[in-house]
């Protein structure tokens, strides 16, 4: 369960009421105190943003009467205000459209507390990095393919007709997919142990595509983000038929896990 997931009932209860009778707080993130102070930060619909500290625990806010629209335009305002907070402190993000009453956020703060101040005490310090991994051409056959191709006609018995050759094909089809997932498996599998001394947490995921293997959210230091480039270069001398580009720094949206036992 992430930061939008644990808030969700909060926010259902909030907008179940009457939009109109109260000015709601659409939620950034969560930080550490002191509050950043940059009177000059701009949110959501150019609404100003704030701050509302509790005890260790700092929420930046916008005043709004109701969820923004998942646009684009939207989007980009949300991770501006993240972004900027980044600079200063590392955040625990939120999901982007959420919102909630001021007294719901009260509560919602109020009873998990020490798990927000959990996570912003493994965060400081941090950034996440997104490793996404291609192949750099197109995977030639190898022999475990081969035998993929051979295995469902020794299967099936002579002569076929047309749904044995259709069954023929869908079982050829879930063999090439199964050896697809397990190679690409592998291939994370060997980069992500490229980075396992310098990194604190990753996080991969795995893509059904054979030409793009998957990617990895790597949690680490700020510190230390050279010597990540370094290895970086380093994965991809070591395997040119693969093609290995990172982005960020960000705000560890990866890792913003309340409850890991809900993951």
Not at 177 to 186: E, G, I, P, S, Y
Not at 197 to 218: K, M, Q
Request: hydrophobic share 35%; with cysteine.
């Amino acid at each position: 369960m992430d930061a939008w997931d644990a808030a969700r009932w909060w926010m259902m209860r909030s907008t179940s009421r009457n939009e109109a009778e109260t000015t709601n707080c659409y939620v950034y993130c969560f930080c550490s105190g002191p509050a950043p102070e940059d009177g000059s930060l701009v949110g959501i619909g150019d609404s100003k943003v704030r701050t509302i500290q509790y005890d260790g625990v700092v929420a930046i806010v916008s005043d709004c009467y109701r969820p923004p629209e998942p646009s684009i335009p939207n989007a980009v305002a949300h991770n501006r205000v993240v972004s900027s907070i980044l600079e200063a402190t590392t955040p625990l993000p939120c999901r982007f459209g959420t919102t909630l009453s001021q007294r719901d956020l009260e509560i919602y703060v109020a009873s998990r507390s020490d798990d927000v101040k959990a996570l912003l005490g493994r965060f400081q310090g941090c950034v996440e990095m997104t490793l996404r991994i291609a192949f750099s051409a197109e995977v030639p056959a190898g022999p475990f393919e081969d035998i993929t191709r051979a295995l469902p006609g020794d299967l099936l018995p002579e002569p076929r007709g047309p749904g044995a050759r259709f069954l023929e094909e869908k079982m050829r089809e879930a063999n090439q997919q199964k050896l697809a997932n397990q190679q690409a498996q592998a291939v994370l599998d060997w980069v992500d142990d490229r980075f396992t001394r310098l990194v604190r947490d990753s996080v991969t995921r795995r893509y059904a595509e054979t030409t793009l293997p998957g990617h990895i959210a790597h949690l680490l230091d700020r510190g230390r983000l050279r010597e990540y480039h370094e290895l970086l270069t380093a994965a991809q001398s070591d395997r040119p038929d693969l093609q290995l580009t990172i982005s960020g720094p960000w705000a560890p949206y990866s890792f913003a896990i309340l409850d890991k036992s809900t993951r």
